[in-house]
């Protein structure tokens, strides 16, 4: 990887544990009940730790990160001191640019005051708190254990502890939601202050406690006509807030757009460490072995704990240029598409007008609602 390269080096830290798993969720997290004795919590940031040493000796280059992420999962229930170690340990092992962003996921009821205050002052600038929803019955048809209130009210703990920016999460078109449901979470989270919200449409993921009471017929699938409906609501709100999208699940005051995940969908350079953690530097993408407990075997006898690897094309490399640059606001060149191609957008009104006329790519509220099948229609079959 050569300097200029490494200079925009990213890195992800996922932390597996959950106190409670929800019935949508299908990510590579566990609760104390699932992992048994096989892993202590407690000790968990020294094995990340010990990751991020390895990492930066196989990395080999004296080049600073330039944005930390720790996902999950639930980060905090690693406390303050388990991920001020863990950044300790990235700024020892491989330092930080000047003014790097430094985000930690949470869930409200895993932090208090306090321990907001004391991952700020250990450096984190970023807070990204998962919501879902202010309506009770939607939070209890997803299984949350947090109470309407505790998202707001962490955030505004955040704001007041100096985070330089606080992200809510917000989850929409579960079954039994309404447009007034939406509405209400949406001037919630704004009332916290905070100056980024992403909000994501309810996936059913196979396997999950949600698909079950679906196949059940104890609740009705989402449906997509509403979902798409629910997704023009919160780009008005938010659009009326002062807060336009810059990605198409994302928005943000001008400045508190995520950089962490601009790195992703600008197919930058990304090093995870962690339990499934996925990599991606020069083309070669690989990920580390899923369980935590084998993770943890291979890290404490320091190897590196990947599982598979493999070398992207330049197809693979266009493909994923495409799917993810598309979906920000800012675009794409459009020199590389087809002028029939994007013509033919432009006429469905799927693409904007004025960017076309700069030789850019930019998707228009319609062509976000159908993002992925204008990707397609992009990539050549």
Same mark, same amino acid.
């Given at each position: 990887?050569?300097?200029?390269? =490494?200079?925009?080096? /990213?890195?992800?830290?996922?932390?597996?544990?959950?106190?409670?798993?929800?019935?949508?969720?299908?990510?590579?997290?566990?609760? $104390?009940?699932? *992992?048994?004795?096989?892993?202590? +919590?407690?000790?968990?940031?020294?094995?990340?730790?010990?990751?991020?040493?390895?990492?930066?000796?196989?990395?080999?280059?004296?080049?600073?990160?330039?944005?930390?992420?720790?996902?999950?999962?639930?980060?905090?229930?690693?406390?303050?001191?388990?991920?001020?170690?863990?950044?300790?340990?990235?700024?020892?092992?491989?330092?930080?640019?000047?003014?790097?962003?430094?985000?930690?996921? =949470?869930? %409200?009821?895993?932090?208090?005051?306090?321990?907001?205050?004391?991952?700020?002052?250990?450096?984190?600038?970023?807070?990204?708190?998962?919501?879902?929803? /202010?309506?009770?019955?939607?939070?209890?048809?997803?299984?949350?254990?947090?109470?309407?209130?505790?998202?707001?009210?962490?955030? &505004?703990?955040?704001?007041?502890? #100096?985070?330089?920016?606080?992200?809510?999460?917000?989850?929409?078109?579960?079954?039994?939601?309404?447009?007034?449901?939406?509405?209400?979470?949406?001037?919630?989270?704004?009332?916290?202050?905070?100056?980024?919200? /992403?909000?994501? =449409?309810?996936?059913?993921?196979? #396997?999950?406690?949600?698909?079950? +009471?679906?196949? +059940?017929?104890? *609740?009705?699938? %989402?449906?997509?006509?509403?979902?798409?409906?629910?997704?023009?609501?919160?780009?008005?709100?938010?659009?009326?807030?002062?807060?336009?999208?810059?990605?198409?699940?994302?928005?943000?005051? %001008?400045?508190?757009?995520?950089?962490?995940?601009?790195?992703?969908?600008?197919?930058?350079?990304?090093?995870?460490?962690? %339990?499934?953690?996925? /990599?991606?530097?020069?083309?070669?993408?690989?990920?580390?072995?899923?369980?935590?407990?084998?993770?943890?075997?291979?890290?404490?006898?320091?190897?590196?704990?990947?599982?598979?690897?493999?070398?992207?094309?330049?197809? !693979?490399?266009?493909?994923?240029?495409?799917?993810?640059?598309?979906?920000? $606001?800012?675009?794409?060149?459009?020199?590389?598409?087809?002028?029939?191609?994007?013509? !033919?957008?432009? &006429? &469905?009104?799927?693409?904007?007008?004025?960017?076309?006329?700069?030789?850019?790519?930019?998707?228009?509220?319609?062509?976000?609602?159908?993002?992925?099948?204008?990707?397609?229609?992009?990539?050549?079959?």
């Amino acid at each position: 990887m050569s300097a200029d390269q =490494a200079s925009t080096l /990213s890195l992800y830290v996922h932390v597996p544990f959950c106190s409670s798993r929800c019935g949508y969720c299908d990510f590579n997290t566990y609760t $104390a009940t699932e *992992l048994g004795n096989e892993v202590r +919590r407690d000790s968990f940031h020294e094995v990340l730790a010990a990751e991020v040493r390895i990492a930066a000796e196989q990395l080999s280059t004296s080049q600073q990160v330039s944005t930390v992420f720790v996902g999950g999962g639930t980060p905090t229930l690693l406390g303050s001191h388990g991920l001020n170690y863990v950044l300790q340990e990235i700024k020892d092992s491989f330092g930080l640019v000047a003014g790097a962003e430094v985000t930690t996921e =949470a869930n %409200p009821d895993s932090v208090d005051q306090q321990m907001l205050e004391e991952l700020r002052a250990g450096g984190f600038t970023r807070m990204s708190l998962g919501m879902q929803s /202010s309506a009770p019955r939607v939070l209890q048809v997803l299984e949350r254990t947090h109470t309407p209130g505790a998202s707001v009210q962490a955030a &505004r703990w955040a704001v007041e502890a #100096g985070f330089e920016h606080v992200n809510l999460d917000l989850i929409y078109g579960t079954p039994g939601e309404t447009d007034d449901d939406l509405k209400a979470s949406v001037d919630t989270a704004l009332s916290a202050g905070i100056d980024h919200l /992403s909000a994501y =449409a309810l996936i059913v993921e196979d #396997g999950t406690a949600l698909s079950r +009471r679906i196949a +059940r017929g104890e *609740l009705p699938a %989402p449906d997509d006509d509403v979902c798409a409906d629910r997704y023009e609501l919160i780009d008005q709100q938010m659009n009326a807030a002062g807060m336009p999208w810059y990605e198409v699940s994302n928005w943000a005051r %001008p400045g508190g757009e995520c950089q962490h995940n601009l790195a992703y969908w600008r197919s930058q350079h990304w090093w995870g460490v962690g %339990p499934g953690a996925h /990599s991606h530097i020069d083309g070669r993408r690989w990920w580390n072995v899923k369980h935590p407990a084998p993770y943890a075997e291979r890290v404490r006898a320091h190897e590196a704990p990947i599982a598979d690897a493999e070398q992207l094309t330049a197809d !693979d490399l266009r493909t994923e240029q495409v799917m993810l640059g598309l979906r920000l $606001a800012e675009g794409m060149s459009a020199q590389s598409f087809d002028d029939v191609l994007l013509d !033919d957008l432009l &006429r &469905r009104g799927l693409i904007d007008q004025s960017a076309r006329a700069d030789s850019r790519v930019q998707l228009t509220l319609a062509g976000r609602l159908l993002a992925d099948a204008v990707v397609r229609e992009l990539l050549p079959s």
